[in-house]
Protein backbone atom coordinates (compact mmCIF):
# COMPACT_ATOMS: atom_id res chain seq x y z
CA UNK A 1 0.00 0.00 0.00
CA UNK A 2 1.53 2.98 -1.00
CA UNK A 3 1.67 6.32 1.18
CA UNK A 4 -1.55 7.93 -0.97
CA UNK A 5 -3.59 4.84 -0.40
CA UNK A 6 -2.97 4.80 3.07
CA UNK A 7 -6.14 5.20 5.50
CA UNK A 8 -4.01 6.51 8.05
CA UNK A 9 -3.71 9.84 5.79
CA UNK A 10 -6.96 10.54 4.68
CA UNK A 11 -7.81 13.81 5.88
CA UNK A 12 -10.56 13.83 8.60
CA UNK A 13 -13.96 15.06 9.07
CA UNK A 14 -14.46 18.45 11.00
CA UNK A 15 -17.32 19.56 13.30
CA UNK A 16 -17.22 22.93 15.11
CA UNK A 17 -18.25 24.17 18.14
CA UNK A 18 -18.13 27.66 20.46
CA UNK A 19 -16.32 26.04 23.32
CA UNK A 20 -14.72 22.22 23.01
CA UNK A 21 -14.18 20.75 26.76
CA UNK A 22 -11.81 17.47 26.91
CA UNK A 23 -13.03 15.30 30.04
CA UNK A 24 -16.37 15.32 31.58
CA UNK A 25 -15.32 15.12 35.43
CA UNK A 26 -16.42 17.35 37.62
CA UNK A 27 -14.48 19.99 36.13
CA UNK A 28 -14.94 19.77 32.45
CA UNK A 29 -18.81 19.23 32.93
CA UNK A 30 -19.18 21.94 35.81
CA UNK A 31 -17.87 24.07 32.69
CA UNK A 32 -20.42 23.14 30.48
CA UNK A 33 -23.06 22.95 32.43
CA UNK A 34 -22.52 27.14 34.11
CA UNK A 35 -21.47 27.56 29.84
CA UNK A 36 -25.59 26.75 29.09
CA UNK A 37 -26.91 28.46 32.20
CA UNK A 38 -25.30 32.13 31.60
CA UNK A 39 -26.35 31.09 28.14
CA UNK A 40 -30.01 30.85 29.07
CA UNK A 41 -29.58 34.29 31.04
CA UNK A 42 -28.55 35.71 28.42
CA UNK A 43 -30.69 34.94 25.68
CA UNK A 44 -27.71 33.31 24.05
CA UNK A 45 -26.71 30.45 22.42
CA UNK A 46 -23.03 28.42 22.72
CA UNK A 47 -22.23 25.02 21.49
CA UNK A 48 -20.41 22.88 23.65
CA UNK A 49 -18.87 19.67 23.02
CA UNK A 50 -17.50 17.29 25.82
CA UNK A 51 -14.72 14.69 24.59
CA UNK A 52 -14.39 11.58 27.12
CA UNK A 53 -12.11 8.51 26.74
CA UNK A 54 -14.06 6.25 29.12
CA UNK A 55 -16.61 4.14 27.45
CA UNK A 56 -19.54 5.47 29.94
CA UNK A 57 -19.70 8.66 31.90
CA UNK A 58 -17.84 8.35 35.58
CA UNK A 59 -16.10 4.81 34.48
CA UNK A 60 -12.57 6.33 34.36
CA UNK A 61 -13.43 8.53 37.67
CA UNK A 62 -12.08 7.57 41.21
CA UNK A 63 -11.86 9.72 44.14
CA UNK A 64 -12.63 9.14 48.00
CA UNK A 65 -14.68 10.80 48.17
CA UNK A 66 -15.89 13.28 50.54
CA UNK A 67 -17.35 16.46 49.33
CA UNK A 68 -17.51 19.57 49.95
CA UNK A 69 -20.63 20.81 47.96
CA UNK A 70 -20.09 24.15 48.01
CA UNK A 71 -19.35 24.26 44.31
CA UNK A 72 -22.37 22.43 43.58
CA UNK A 73 -24.39 24.60 45.83
CA UNK A 74 -23.80 27.12 43.03
CA UNK A 75 -23.99 25.57 40.15
CA UNK A 76 -27.16 23.48 40.30
CA UNK A 77 -28.91 24.83 43.77
CA UNK A 78 -32.08 22.19 43.79
CA UNK A 79 -29.59 19.56 43.72
CA UNK A 80 -30.96 17.38 46.13
CA UNK A 81 -34.60 17.83 44.72
CA UNK A 82 -32.73 16.97 41.06
CA UNK A 83 -31.95 13.51 42.76
CA UNK A 84 -28.35 13.80 42.85
CA UNK A 85 -26.64 11.19 44.66
CA UNK A 86 -25.00 12.83 47.38
CA UNK A 87 -26.47 10.33 50.59
CA UNK A 88 -24.13 9.71 53.32
CA UNK A 89 -24.14 13.18 55.54
CA UNK A 90 -20.65 12.77 57.76
CA UNK A 91 -21.61 12.54 61.25
CA UNK A 92 -18.26 11.52 62.60
CA UNK A 93 -14.52 12.28 61.69
CA UNK A 94 -11.64 9.97 63.22
CA UNK A 95 -7.82 10.51 62.89
CA UNK A 96 -5.76 7.87 63.78
CA UNK A 97 -2.00 7.46 64.01
CA UNK A 98 -1.11 3.85 63.89
CA UNK A 99 1.72 1.65 65.15
CA UNK A 100 2.27 -2.03 63.79
CA UNK A 101 -0.36 -3.36 66.49
CA UNK A 102 -2.20 0.03 67.99
CA UNK A 103 -4.28 3.09 66.80
CA UNK A 104 -4.28 6.14 68.75
CA UNK A 105 -6.43 9.08 68.24
CA UNK A 106 -5.35 12.19 67.46
CA UNK A 107 -7.06 15.67 67.00
CA UNK A 108 -8.55 16.19 63.65
CA UNK A 109 -7.16 19.29 61.81
CA UNK A 110 -9.08 21.85 60.78
CA UNK A 111 -9.09 21.47 57.15
CA UNK A 112 -10.36 17.32 57.84
CA UNK A 113 -13.67 18.28 59.94
CA UNK A 114 -16.07 16.91 57.77
CA UNK A 115 -19.39 18.07 59.31
CA UNK A 116 -21.53 19.28 57.21
CA UNK A 117 -19.78 17.01 53.75
CA UNK A 118 -21.51 14.25 52.23
CA UNK A 119 -19.56 10.90 51.02
CA UNK A 120 -20.18 10.24 47.53
CA UNK A 121 -19.07 7.74 44.94
CA UNK A 122 -17.65 10.00 42.13
CA UNK A 123 -18.59 7.79 39.38
CA UNK A 124 -22.35 8.39 40.25
CA UNK A 125 -22.00 12.01 40.28
CA UNK A 126 -20.17 12.44 37.16
CA UNK A 127 -22.60 10.36 35.47
CA UNK A 128 -25.52 12.37 37.12
CA UNK A 129 -23.46 15.90 36.27
CA UNK A 130 -23.75 14.18 32.48
CA UNK A 131 -27.74 14.03 32.81
CA UNK A 132 -27.94 17.42 34.13
CA UNK A 133 -25.52 18.88 31.13
CA UNK A 134 -27.34 16.75 28.49
CA UNK A 135 -30.46 18.15 29.35
CA UNK A 136 -29.18 22.00 28.41
CA UNK A 137 -28.07 20.76 25.41
CA UNK A 138 -24.51 19.89 26.17
CA UNK A 139 -23.22 17.53 23.51
CA UNK A 140 -21.14 14.51 25.11
CA UNK A 141 -19.15 11.84 23.50
CA UNK A 142 -18.03 8.77 25.88
CA UNK A 143 -15.79 6.85 23.96
CA UNK A 144 -13.76 9.32 22.03
CA UNK A 145 -10.40 10.04 22.89
CA UNK A 146 -9.15 13.72 22.24
CA UNK A 147 -5.46 12.06 21.52
CA UNK A 148 -4.00 14.86 19.51
CA UNK A 149 -4.37 19.23 19.73
CA UNK A 150 -4.77 20.97 16.56
CA UNK A 151 -3.14 24.68 15.99
CA UNK A 152 -3.42 27.15 13.56
CA UNK A 153 -1.23 29.00 11.35
CA UNK A 154 -0.08 31.35 14.04
CA UNK A 155 0.46 28.75 16.62
CA UNK A 156 -3.01 29.15 18.57
CA UNK A 157 -4.78 26.11 19.80
CA UNK A 158 -7.99 25.64 18.02
CA UNK A 159 -9.25 22.23 19.06
CA UNK A 160 -8.40 18.55 19.35
CA UNK A 161 -8.66 15.50 16.96
CA UNK A 162 -10.04 12.32 18.31
CA UNK A 163 -7.87 8.85 18.15
CA UNK A 164 -8.42 6.88 14.90
CA UNK A 165 -10.11 3.46 16.06
CA UNK A 166 -9.61 0.03 14.22
CA UNK A 167 -5.42 0.37 14.02
CA UNK A 168 -3.57 -2.91 14.64
CA UNK A 169 -0.61 -3.01 16.84
CA UNK A 170 1.96 -2.52 14.10
CA UNK A 171 -0.15 1.03 13.38
CA UNK A 172 -1.91 0.03 10.71
CA UNK A 173 -5.27 0.68 9.31
CA UNK A 174 -7.09 -2.83 10.44
CA UNK A 175 -10.60 -4.25 9.04
CA UNK A 176 -12.47 -1.89 11.60
CA UNK A 177 -10.24 1.23 11.12
CA UNK A 178 -12.37 4.47 11.25
CA UNK A 179 -10.58 7.69 11.23
CA UNK A 180 -10.67 10.24 14.19
CA UNK A 181 -13.08 13.44 13.98
CA UNK A 182 -11.41 16.77 13.92
CA UNK A 183 -13.41 19.05 16.68
CA UNK A 184 -12.35 22.52 16.32
CA UNK A 185 -13.35 25.27 18.66
CA UNK A 186 -12.10 28.78 19.52
CA UNK A 187 -11.66 27.95 22.80
CA UNK A 188 -10.65 24.85 24.55
CA UNK A 189 -10.77 23.74 28.28
CA UNK A 190 -8.94 20.77 29.45
CA UNK A 191 -10.29 19.14 31.87
CA UNK A 192 -8.97 15.65 31.81
CA UNK A 193 -7.53 15.19 35.56
CA UNK A 194 -4.21 14.58 36.86
CA UNK A 195 -1.83 14.17 34.49
CA UNK A 196 -3.45 14.36 31.38
CA UNK A 197 -1.90 13.76 28.15
CA UNK A 198 -2.79 16.89 25.83
CA UNK A 199 -2.36 19.13 29.00
CA UNK A 200 1.45 17.91 29.30
CA UNK A 201 1.51 18.65 25.39
CA UNK A 202 0.26 22.23 25.74
CA UNK A 203 2.21 23.43 28.70
CA UNK A 204 6.08 22.53 27.43
CA UNK A 205 4.54 24.42 23.78
CA UNK A 206 3.54 27.20 25.43
CA UNK A 207 5.91 26.94 28.41
CA UNK A 208 3.23 27.37 31.22
CA UNK A 209 5.46 25.76 33.90
CA UNK A 210 8.58 28.45 33.83
CA UNK A 211 7.52 30.01 36.64
CA UNK A 212 6.07 27.38 38.71
CA UNK A 213 7.10 24.70 41.27
CA UNK A 214 7.12 21.06 39.22
CA UNK A 215 4.13 19.59 40.47
CA UNK A 216 4.06 16.50 42.96
CA UNK A 217 1.79 13.79 42.58
CA UNK A 218 0.70 11.12 45.47
CA UNK A 219 -0.75 7.24 43.94
CA UNK A 220 -4.54 6.56 45.47
CA UNK A 221 -5.15 3.10 45.55
CA UNK A 222 -9.01 2.56 46.31
CA UNK A 223 -11.24 -0.42 47.05
CA UNK A 224 -15.07 -0.61 47.98
CA UNK A 225 -16.12 -3.51 50.27
CA UNK A 226 -19.60 -4.53 51.14
CA UNK A 227 -19.33 -4.83 55.42
CA UNK A 228 -21.49 -6.93 57.70
CA UNK A 229 -24.74 -4.68 57.90
CA UNK A 230 -23.63 -4.62 62.24
CA UNK A 231 -20.83 -2.81 61.10
CA UNK A 232 -22.07 -0.36 58.71
CA UNK A 233 -22.10 3.44 60.26
CA UNK A 234 -23.24 5.72 56.92
CA UNK A 235 -21.44 9.17 57.52
CA UNK A 236 -18.45 8.03 59.55
CA UNK A 237 -15.21 9.09 58.11
CA UNK A 238 -11.70 7.41 59.55
CA UNK A 239 -8.15 8.94 58.05
CA UNK A 240 -5.11 7.60 59.40
CA UNK A 241 -1.05 8.24 59.08
CA UNK A 242 1.64 5.85 60.22
CA UNK A 243 2.21 2.41 59.73
CA UNK A 244 2.57 0.55 57.29
CA UNK A 245 4.56 3.63 56.08
CA UNK A 246 8.28 4.49 57.18
CA UNK A 247 8.19 7.98 58.62
CA UNK A 248 10.17 9.02 55.61
CA UNK A 249 7.62 8.84 52.94
CA UNK A 250 4.46 10.36 53.12
CA UNK A 251 1.29 9.01 52.70
CA UNK A 252 -1.95 8.01 54.96
CA UNK A 253 -5.09 5.79 54.29
CA UNK A 254 -9.01 6.85 54.49
CA UNK A 255 -11.96 4.45 55.31
CA UNK A 256 -15.39 6.21 54.30
CA UNK A 257 -18.61 4.36 55.62
CA UNK A 258 -21.30 4.59 52.55
CA UNK A 259 -24.99 4.17 52.30
CA UNK A 260 -25.91 0.56 51.45
CA UNK A 261 -23.40 -1.18 53.88
CA UNK A 262 -20.62 -0.34 51.41
CA UNK A 263 -17.10 0.97 52.87
CA UNK A 264 -14.74 2.97 50.61
CA UNK A 265 -11.29 1.85 51.70
CA UNK A 266 -8.39 3.78 50.29
CA UNK A 267 -4.14 4.37 50.84
CA UNK A 268 -2.37 6.88 49.16
CA UNK A 269 1.59 6.90 48.99
CA UNK A 270 3.24 10.08 48.01
CA UNK A 271 5.39 9.47 44.48
CA UNK A 272 8.71 11.57 46.46
CA UNK A 273 9.35 8.27 48.06
CA UNK A 274 12.78 7.41 48.27
CA UNK A 275 12.98 3.37 48.54
CA UNK A 276 12.89 1.76 45.21
CA UNK A 277 12.00 -1.43 47.12
CA UNK A 278 8.56 0.20 48.21
CA UNK A 279 5.61 -1.15 46.75
CA UNK A 280 2.59 1.35 47.16
CA UNK A 281 0.17 -1.73 46.52
CA UNK A 282 1.80 -3.84 48.69
CA UNK A 283 1.77 -1.48 52.00
CA UNK A 284 -2.40 -1.18 51.19
CA UNK A 285 -2.50 -4.60 50.93
CA UNK A 286 -0.90 -5.13 54.36
CA UNK A 287 -2.53 -2.19 56.17
CA UNK A 288 -5.99 -3.99 55.86
CA UNK A 289 -4.88 -6.33 58.09
CA UNK A 290 -4.48 -2.98 60.84
CA UNK A 291 -6.18 -4.67 63.87
CA UNK A 292 -7.99 -1.61 63.89
CA UNK A 293 -9.04 -2.17 60.11
CA UNK A 294 -9.42 -5.96 59.70
CA UNK A 295 -11.92 -6.34 61.87
CA UNK A 296 -14.46 -4.06 59.49
CA UNK A 297 -13.92 -6.10 56.22
CA UNK A 298 -14.03 -9.51 58.12
CA UNK A 299 -17.04 -11.26 56.98
CA UNK A 300 -17.58 -8.77 54.25
CA UNK A 301 -16.67 -8.82 50.41
CA UNK A 302 -14.71 -6.69 47.97
CA UNK A 303 -16.73 -5.54 44.99
CA UNK A 304 -14.59 -2.89 43.31
CA UNK A 305 -10.59 -2.01 42.96
CA UNK A 306 -8.63 0.81 41.30
CA UNK A 307 -6.20 3.21 41.27
CA UNK A 308 -5.26 6.70 40.23
CA UNK A 309 -2.22 9.34 40.59
CA UNK A 310 -3.22 13.08 42.09
CA UNK A 311 -1.72 15.94 42.20
CA UNK A 312 -0.11 17.79 45.38
CA UNK A 313 1.55 20.53 44.59
CA UNK A 314 -0.54 23.14 45.39
CA UNK A 315 -0.74 26.55 45.33
CA UNK A 316 3.23 27.06 44.21
CA UNK A 317 2.68 24.28 41.47
CA UNK A 318 -0.08 25.43 39.76
CA UNK A 319 0.82 26.10 35.95
CA UNK A 320 -0.13 29.86 33.93
CA UNK A 321 -3.72 28.51 33.72
CA UNK A 322 -4.71 30.00 30.15
CA UNK A 323 -2.45 29.60 26.71
CA UNK A 324 -3.62 30.75 23.60
CA UNK A 325 -6.79 29.43 22.32
CA UNK A 326 -7.67 27.81 25.73
CA UNK A 327 -7.26 26.86 29.52
CA UNK A 328 -6.67 24.42 31.83
CA UNK A 329 -9.50 23.47 34.69
CA UNK A 330 -9.95 21.00 37.37
CA UNK A 331 -7.26 18.50 38.34
CA UNK A 332 -5.46 18.91 35.04
CA UNK A 333 -4.43 22.60 36.21
CA UNK A 334 -3.65 20.54 40.06
CA UNK A 335 -6.47 22.52 42.63
CA UNK A 336 -6.61 19.33 44.91
CA UNK A 337 -6.22 20.55 48.53
CA UNK A 338 -4.35 18.04 49.50
CA UNK A 339 -4.45 19.44 53.54
CA UNK A 340 -8.39 18.97 53.26
CA UNK A 341 -8.25 15.50 50.85
CA UNK A 342 -10.78 17.20 48.76
CA UNK A 343 -10.04 18.46 44.92
CA UNK A 344 -14.20 17.90 43.40
CA UNK A 345 -15.71 21.07 44.79
CA UNK A 346 -12.50 22.82 43.28
CA UNK A 347 -12.48 21.10 39.77
CA UNK A 348 -16.15 21.98 39.63
CA UNK A 349 -15.43 25.71 40.42
CA UNK A 350 -12.72 25.99 38.26
CA UNK A 351 -14.66 24.90 35.38
CA UNK A 352 -17.45 27.39 36.23
CA UNK A 353 -15.24 30.49 36.65
CA UNK A 354 -13.72 29.37 33.07
CA UNK A 355 -17.37 29.37 31.79
CA UNK A 356 -17.25 33.22 32.95
CA UNK A 357 -14.21 34.15 31.40
CA UNK A 358 -15.45 33.05 28.44
CA UNK A 359 -18.44 35.55 28.53
CA UNK A 360 -16.37 38.19 29.28
CA UNK A 361 -14.29 37.14 26.24
CA UNK A 362 -16.67 35.57 23.81
CA UNK A 363 -17.27 38.45 21.25
CA UNK A 364 -13.89 38.96 20.19
CA UNK A 365 -12.57 37.74 17.11
CA UNK A 366 -10.17 35.43 18.59
CA UNK A 367 -11.86 35.40 22.24
CA UNK A 368 -8.40 34.52 25.49
CA UNK A 369 -9.60 33.45 28.95
CA UNK A 370 -7.24 36.39 29.79
CA UNK A 371 -9.37 36.60 33.08
CA UNK A 372 -9.82 33.14 34.52
CA UNK A 373 -6.46 33.15 36.53
CA UNK A 374 -7.49 36.04 38.24
CA UNK A 375 -10.88 34.61 38.86
CA UNK A 376 -9.38 31.78 40.43
CA UNK A 377 -7.09 33.61 42.52
CA UNK A 378 -10.13 35.94 43.74
CA UNK A 379 -11.77 32.49 44.58
CA UNK A 380 -12.33 30.60 46.89
CA UNK A 381 -9.77 28.20 45.20
CA UNK A 382 -7.19 31.05 45.40
CA UNK A 383 -7.75 31.27 49.11
CA UNK A 384 -7.93 27.81 50.06
CA UNK A 385 -4.93 26.73 48.28
CA UNK A 386 -2.53 29.73 49.57
CA UNK A 387 -3.34 28.79 53.21
CA UNK A 388 -2.02 25.32 52.84
CA UNK A 389 0.42 25.79 50.86
CA UNK A 390 3.12 24.69 53.14
CA UNK A 391 1.38 21.80 54.78
CA UNK A 392 2.62 19.06 52.04
CA UNK A 393 6.24 20.22 51.55
CA UNK A 394 7.27 20.56 55.07
CA UNK A 395 6.45 16.46 54.68
CA UNK A 396 9.91 15.95 53.07
CA UNK A 397 11.68 16.47 56.07
CA UNK A 398 9.90 13.26 57.19
CA UNK A 399 6.98 12.32 59.30
CA UNK A 400 7.45 14.41 62.24
CA UNK A 401 9.28 17.49 60.92
CA UNK A 402 5.84 17.42 58.80
CA UNK A 403 3.53 17.40 61.47
CA UNK A 404 5.06 19.77 63.34
CA UNK A 405 5.60 22.04 60.42
CA UNK A 406 2.08 21.48 59.41
CA UNK A 407 0.54 22.07 63.36
CA UNK A 408 2.66 25.37 63.13
CA UNK A 409 1.33 26.79 59.81
CA UNK A 410 -2.25 25.93 60.43
CA UNK A 411 -2.41 26.86 64.48
CA UNK A 412 -0.06 29.63 64.86
CA UNK A 413 0.15 31.14 61.58
CA UNK A 414 -3.05 30.54 60.27
CA UNK A 415 -1.91 29.79 56.48
CA UNK A 416 -0.08 33.38 56.81
CA UNK A 417 3.21 32.32 56.79
CA UNK A 418 5.64 35.42 55.02
CA UNK A 419 7.36 32.01 53.39
CA UNK A 420 6.34 29.42 50.85
CA UNK A 421 8.02 26.44 51.01
CA UNK A 422 9.25 24.61 47.56
CA UNK A 423 8.47 20.97 46.11
CA UNK A 424 11.04 19.21 43.93
CA UNK A 425 10.19 16.68 41.46
CA UNK A 426 9.29 12.99 42.45
CA UNK A 427 10.97 11.43 39.36
CA UNK A 428 14.57 12.56 40.93
CA UNK A 429 13.81 11.45 44.20
CA UNK A 430 15.20 7.64 44.14
CA UNK A 431 18.06 6.14 46.14
CA UNK A 432 20.09 3.33 44.20
CA UNK A 433 18.63 0.04 45.21
CA UNK A 434 22.07 -1.04 46.78
CA UNK A 435 21.79 2.22 49.44
CA UNK A 436 18.18 1.43 50.38
CA UNK A 437 17.33 -1.35 52.87
CA UNK A 438 14.59 -4.17 51.48
CA UNK A 439 11.25 -4.62 51.94
CA UNK A 440 9.50 -8.10 52.83
CA UNK A 441 5.53 -7.91 52.36
CA UNK A 442 3.53 -10.45 53.65
CA UNK A 443 1.65 -12.72 50.31
CA UNK A 444 -1.92 -11.85 50.61
CA UNK A 445 -3.84 -14.12 52.23
CA UNK A 446 -7.32 -13.62 49.03
CA UNK A 447 -9.69 -12.52 51.97
CA UNK A 448 -8.29 -9.10 53.32
CA UNK A 449 -5.27 -8.82 50.92
CA UNK A 450 -5.47 -9.44 47.20
CA UNK A 451 -2.41 -9.52 44.79
CA UNK A 452 -1.83 -7.42 42.10
CA UNK A 453 -4.03 -9.67 39.35
CA UNK A 454 -6.48 -10.47 41.20
CA UNK A 455 -8.39 -7.20 42.26
CA UNK A 456 -7.33 -5.81 38.89
CA UNK A 457 -10.44 -8.13 37.52
CA UNK A 458 -12.46 -6.00 39.82
CA UNK A 459 -11.38 -2.61 38.00
CA UNK A 460 -13.56 -3.82 35.13
CA UNK A 461 -10.21 -2.98 32.59
CA UNK A 462 -10.05 -3.90 29.36
CA UNK A 463 -8.20 -2.25 26.22
CA UNK A 464 -8.85 -3.31 22.54
CA UNK A 465 -6.30 -5.80 22.46
CA UNK A 466 -4.68 -5.26 18.91
CA UNK A 467 -3.72 -1.52 18.86
CA UNK A 468 -0.60 -0.39 19.62
CA UNK A 469 0.93 -0.13 23.28
CA UNK A 470 -0.04 3.33 24.72
CA UNK A 471 2.97 3.15 27.19
CA UNK A 472 5.82 3.90 25.19
CA UNK A 473 9.62 4.01 25.63
CA UNK A 474 11.82 6.65 24.45
CA UNK A 475 14.44 4.58 24.66
CA UNK A 476 14.12 0.66 24.82
CA UNK A 477 17.20 0.05 26.66
CA UNK A 478 16.89 2.49 29.39
CA UNK A 479 15.11 -0.27 31.58
CA UNK A 480 17.09 -2.70 31.79
CA UNK A 481 20.52 -0.56 31.14
CA UNK A 482 19.68 2.28 33.61
CA UNK A 483 16.44 1.45 36.15
CA UNK A 484 16.94 -2.38 36.76
CA UNK A 485 20.79 -1.96 36.98
CA UNK A 486 20.22 1.26 40.03
CA UNK A 487 16.93 0.79 40.97
CA UNK A 488 16.07 -2.70 40.38
CA UNK A 489 13.15 -2.14 38.04
CA UNK A 490 11.25 -0.04 39.91
CA UNK A 491 8.64 0.01 37.61
CA UNK A 492 7.59 -3.74 38.56
CA UNK A 493 6.16 -2.05 42.10
CA UNK A 494 5.07 1.70 41.71
CA UNK A 495 2.57 0.28 39.36
CA UNK A 496 -0.63 -1.08 40.84
CA UNK A 497 -1.82 -3.17 37.81
CA UNK A 498 0.90 -5.26 37.24
CA UNK A 499 2.02 -3.19 33.88
CA UNK A 500 5.55 -3.58 33.76
CA UNK A 501 7.05 -7.21 34.21
CA UNK A 502 10.87 -8.21 33.98
CA UNK A 503 11.15 -11.17 32.24
CA UNK A 504 14.06 -13.60 31.92
CA UNK A 505 15.97 -11.85 34.81
CA UNK A 506 18.10 -14.73 35.68
CA UNK A 507 19.43 -14.76 32.53
CA UNK A 508 21.95 -12.66 30.37
CA UNK A 509 19.31 -11.02 28.44
CA UNK A 510 16.88 -9.46 31.13
CA UNK A 511 13.87 -7.87 29.14
CA UNK A 512 11.00 -5.59 30.38
CA UNK A 513 7.56 -6.81 29.29
CA UNK A 514 4.56 -4.64 29.28
CA UNK A 515 1.08 -5.73 29.45
CA UNK A 516 -0.32 -2.75 28.74
CA UNK A 517 -4.16 -4.43 28.86
CA UNK A 518 -3.68 -4.35 32.79
CA UNK A 519 -3.37 -0.55 32.44
CA UNK A 520 -5.90 1.59 35.17
CA UNK A 521 -4.93 4.73 33.63
CA UNK A 522 -3.29 5.69 36.83
CA UNK A 523 -0.21 7.37 35.04
CA UNK A 524 2.08 6.55 38.02
CA UNK A 525 4.65 5.52 35.56
CA UNK A 526 4.74 8.57 33.44
CA UNK A 527 5.75 10.22 37.08
CA UNK A 528 7.66 7.83 38.35
CA UNK A 529 10.02 6.72 35.81
CA UNK A 530 13.16 8.06 36.84
CA UNK A 531 14.70 9.07 33.11
CA UNK A 532 11.03 10.07 32.21
CA UNK A 533 11.56 7.37 29.84
CA UNK A 534 8.27 6.16 29.86
CA UNK A 535 5.76 8.13 28.11
CA UNK A 536 1.67 7.24 28.71
CA UNK A 537 0.33 8.46 24.83
CA UNK A 538 -3.76 8.36 24.57
CA UNK A 539 -5.22 4.43 23.83
CA UNK A 540 -7.88 3.79 21.95
CA UNK A 541 -11.48 5.47 23.28
CA UNK A 542 -13.47 2.74 25.22
CA UNK A 543 -10.57 1.34 26.81
CA UNK A 544 -9.38 1.28 30.46
CA UNK A 545 -10.69 0.78 34.09
CA UNK A 546 -14.99 0.45 33.49
CA UNK A 547 -15.42 1.89 37.52
CA UNK A 548 -18.56 0.86 38.70
CA UNK A 549 -19.08 4.30 41.08
CA UNK A 550 -15.77 4.56 42.09
Known sequence: MNQEENPLDEPRESMKYDVLIVGAGPAGLGAAI???RLAEERGEEVNVCVLEKAAELGAHNLSGAVLDHKALDELIPDWHEQGAPVNAAVHEDQFLFLTKNRSFTMPTPPGMRNKGNHIIRLGEMVAWLGEQAEALGVEIYPGFAAAEPLFDADGRLMG????????????????????????????TLLAEGCRGSLSGVLMERYDLRANSDPQTYALGMKEVWEV?????????VIHSIGWPLPSDTYGGSFLYHLNDNLVALGFVVGLDYRNPHLDPYMEF??????????????GGRRIAYGARALNEGGYQSLPVLTFPGGALIGCAAGFLNVARIKGIHNAMKSGMLAAEAYFAAKDAEQPELESYPQRVEQSWIGEELRSVRNIRPGFKWGLWAGLANAALDTYLLRGKAP???????????????????????????GEISFGRLENLAFSGTQHEADQPIHLTLRDSTVPIRYNLALYDAPEQRYCPAGVYEIIDVNTDTPKLQINAQNCLHCKTCDIKDP????HWVTPEGGGGPSYSGM
Open 228 to 236: DPAKSEPGK
Open 160 to 187: SATGDMGVTREGEAGPNFQRGMELHAPI
Open 285 to 298: QRFKHHPAIQPLLE
Open 419 to 445: WTLHHHSDHTTLLPAQNAPRITYPKPD
Open 34 to 36: KLK
Open 531 to 534: LQNI
